[in-house]
């Protein structure tokens, strides 16, 4: 069992920074390639972000390429999601979530991931 929980969310003006964190506990983090994922409101969950197990290896969404950044730290068993420019259709609760992969790979898919987080808010005011 992983255990994952979330911090950082909460109300933003648009166009600022704010950081997701995710802790990890229960097993090696280093042997899970870690995801983001968003759901609004009466919308489905949504790829937003994944990172490989090393951290080397990483792959954004569309929508938010260039603004949205995933990174890793295994010695914390720690996975952020750095988001900046942020835009009232940011608003969502956000997920991390872990997969059990091979070293380089990615996964996209929600039902790609075994462990899942609570949840956090994150709300854009425009």
């Known amino acids: 069992q992983v255990q994952l929980v979330e911090s950082g969310g909460g109300l933003v003006q648009a166009g600022g920074p704010l950081r997701l964190s995710c802790a990890a506990s229960g097993r090696t983090f280093s042997n899970y390639a870690m995801g983001w994922f968003r759901q609004a409101p009466g919308t489905e969950r949504e790829f937003v972000a994944a990172?490989?197990?090393?951290?080397?290896?990483?792959y954004h969404a569309d929508s938010v390429k260039g603004r949205f950044t995933i990174s890793r730290e295994n010695a914390k068993n720690t996975v952020y999601r750095q988001m900046n420019s942020l835009k009232p259709e940011d608003t969502a609760d956000y997920y991390c979530?872990?997969?059990?992969?091979?070293?380089?790979?990615?996964?996209?898919?929600?039902?790609?991931?075994?462990?899942w987080g609570q949840g956090t808010q994150v709300t854009v005011s425009s």
């Open positions: 990172i490989t197990r090393s951290g080397v290896g990483r």
């Open positions: 979530a872990a997969a059990t992969t091979r070293p380089t790979e990615l996964r996209f898919g929600a039902r790609c991931y075994e462990y």
